[in-house]
């Protein structure tokens, strides 16, 4: 398998991270795309993937898939142990349901804040900074609905470690950008966070 | 169980559609809020679901579940004929991959362009007129990314009619109070369209 990513980039960290939680990583070529060049806007990968973003895994068949979301579920079917995305229909539901809570109420605005306030992609995209602050307060509210999650629960949906821990992780680090960060109103995810950077997935995934 | 939906919206409606397709419409109880008096901001909702959001499906033993995309999951492994989301591994991340293409490409902008651009929810968000047009000209622009592939692929995930259609069947009708409508550059989603508006479960949809 063949995973195309960005450095620093938080959706591909997310699939990172799965794969070093499975200990997967040695079996997966990791191809760094550069982003700020365009390589994802190159005909031959918008071919495989029309919405030219990263992640997209190339499997040995030749398929490609893309979104992180499907990505990690689709890993976590093939290579079971340990199971991060649940096992009855109702636990795969409310693990599903918080890594989308996670997804749009965090990972998204962050993304947003930083594309819409730094310009980073203006060469491809118009800039609304007006759009980019209103993430930034939306990704900061989000933090309190972790917050009271995180205090009734050791993880993001339950009492252990689901790729909705994996996407707040990779959501949370990458707030750092927009100078959103946790601080003394968020003692559980604070909790939270220092157990999860313990995982040796934590410190593989920086790739 | 109990569906919490809202006349009109498009996230619900995938969950509507899809249990219509699946001829359980009469085991559920549909409870319409009304978001613009702020329904689903009241604290016994908000207790049930932190975003705020529907759709919410309450189900007999008290838990809920909310996020479309997990409950249609859900609801399709509980009552599996016919299979909406895929049956091997590599066909659910296939049809998943699909569905958040359309999501992320069209749903979400053409959501993003009604509330920024009418200021329908200004009580509770900041509106950033020059976002929504932002987000119309992408609805628009990622229309061009589904003809294509309805030009080579009978449905949106491939040659069967799955989650992914009805993501796409609520976002386009959604889509035309911004104005954003299917053309003559649109062929092959003109052909899908009236293919997926035959089906009994579009004129159930419509609660």
């Known amino acids: 398998m063949k995973l195309y990513s960005a450095s620093k980039a938080p959706s591909p960290r997310r699939v990172v991270m799965l794969l070093a939680e499975k200990s997967l990583l040695d079996q997966v070529e990791i ?12 005909d031959e990968f918008v071919q ?19 979104e992180a979301g499907a990505i990690n579920r689709y890993l976590d079917q093939c290579y079971p142990e340990p199971n991060l995305c649940g096992v009855s229909p109702l636990e795969q539901a409310h693990i599903d349901m918080w890594d989308r809570h996670v997804e749009i109420g965090l990972l998204y605005p962050v993304g947003m804040a930083f594309q819409h306030g730094s310009g980073f992609f203006k060469d491809r995209m118009t800039p609304v900074p007006a759009w980019g ?4 307060r ?7 609905v972790l917050e009271q999650q995180l205090a009734r629960h050791a993880y993001v949906a339950g009492e252990r470690f689901t790729v909705a821990d994996i996407t707040a ?14 601080d003394d109103r968020h ?3 604070q909790r939270w966070y220092a157990e999860c950077q313990a995982r040796p997935s934590y410190a593989a995934s920086w790739q």
């Open 169 to 182: 992780l990779c959501a949370l680090d990458f707030a750092k950008v927009i100078q959103v960060r946790i």
């Open 133 to 136: 602050q209103e993430c930034a």
């Open 138 to 144: 939306s990704a900061v509210a989000f933090l309190q």
């Open 48 to 66: 495989q993937n029309p919405m030219a973003k990263v992640p997209m895994l190339a499997l040995s068949s030749g398929e490609c898939l893309s």
């Open 31 to 42: 191809v760094s795309l550069d982003l700020a060049a365009g390589d994802n806007l190159r």
């Open 187 to 189: 003692p559980s995810i």
